[in-house]
């Protein structure tokens, strides 16, 4: 495929509701979606809410996370139909359970306009010609892969790959993860700069994002907007307002920190 006909990549919206992830279940929350009428319903109401777009998970029969192409497959059609002017990102994240040949065999199957793509998952058992030829493919195919970086030393190795020429050309995708699930490494506004200060080693600046957990997650996502970024929000990381209380659901998590914006 020559470059001309490279098909234009999907932006990251502003506002993506991830509304379920992996690990939580509906005994953590009982708005948390689980089915595909679920999902999809919980995506109409957080695009009232005002998000353009999701980042889905798909569950099994017993409500586990799942990379099963037929469900997503499913899932995409409904969203399309239910709301095609959001974004509609699918995951690979393997929580253990998946291998990097596995994640890429989703993508390549059913070539969405939109995924995330942990690096540190990918390249996991190495850099190799399949996992290049995997990067180079999504970027050939219209697939905008929207990298998961978990740390400035997972921001190094994407830079470092580019540098080396082993990125396809283009704005890169990013998500930059504030914290982690639990309250080992607190999420914070003030560890952003140390992903924003590698940025300037990129000739483009990316189309970067991020998300956040527990209570701070509010006060990540406003520093991220102040300074040029977009937000991931919702009950994968998520289930608690700014003032502790427990959210209704999805919806009204991104209500709360639209309104937030205007009292701080």
């Given at each position: 495929m020559t470059p001309e006909a490279t098909p234009a990549l999907a932006p990251l919206p502003a506002i993506m509701v991830a509304p379920n992830g992996a690990r939580l279940r509906k005994t953590d929350h009982p708005a948390l979606p689980e089915t595909i009428a679920q999902i999809v319903s919980t995506a109409r109401a957080c695009a009232h809410a005002g998000a353009d777009g999701i980042h889905a998970h798909v569950r099994d029969k017993d409500g586990n996370h799942t990379l099963d192409e037929g469900l997503y497959r499913e899932?995409?059609?409904?969203?399309?139909?239910?709301?095609?002017?959001?974004?509609?990102?699918?995951?690979?994240?393997?929580?253990?359970?998946?291998?990097?040949?596995?994640?890429?065999?989703?993508?390549?199957?059913?070539?969405?306009?939109?995924?995330?793509?942990?690096?540190?998952?990918?390249?996991?058992?190495?850099?190799?010609?399949?996992?290049?030829?995997?990067?180079?493919?999504?970027?050939?195919?219209?697939?905008?892969?929207?990298?998961?970086?978990?740390?400035?030393?997972?921001?190094?190795?994407?830079?470092?790959?580019?540098?080396?020429?082993?990125?396809?050309?283009?704005?890169?995708?990013?998500?930059?993860?504030?914290?982690?699930?639990?309250?080992?490494?607190?999420?914070?506004?003030?560890?952003?700069?140390?992903?924003?200060?590698?940025?300037?080693?990129?000739?483009?600046?990316?189309?970067?994002?991020?998300?956040?957990?527990?209570?701070?997650?509010?006060a990540c996502l406003r520093a991220a907007e102040r300074l040029g970024g977009k937000i991931r929000i919702g009950f994968e990381n998520n289930t608690l307002h700014e003032d502790g209380t427990l959210a209704r659901d999805n919806a009204e998590r991104i209500e709360h920190f639209i309104a937030s914006r205007d009292t701080t």
């Open positions: 899932l995409l059609a409904e969203l399309a139909q239910v709301v095609p002017d959001m974004v509609h990102q699918i995951t690979t994240e393997a929580v253990g359970r998946y291998t990097p040949i596995e994640q890429r065999r989703l993508v390549l199957a059913l070539r969405p306009r939109s995924v995330s793509v942990s690096l540190a998952e990918m390249t996991s058992q190495g850099w190799d010609t399949e996992v290049e030829h995997f990067y180079r493919w999504c970027g050939e195919s219209g697939v905008a892969v929207q990298h998961i970086l978990y740390s400035p030393d997972d921001l190094a190795h994407l830079l470092s790959l580019r540098d080396q020429g082993r990125l396809p050309a283009g704005r890169l995708q990013m998500l930059f993860v504030l914290g982690r699930y639990g309250h080992a490494v607190p999420s914070r506004p003030e560890t952003l700069p140390s992903f924003l200060n590698l940025l300037p080693q990129l000739a483009e600046q990316p189309d970067w994002a991020i998300c956040a957990f527990g209570r701070s997650e509010s």
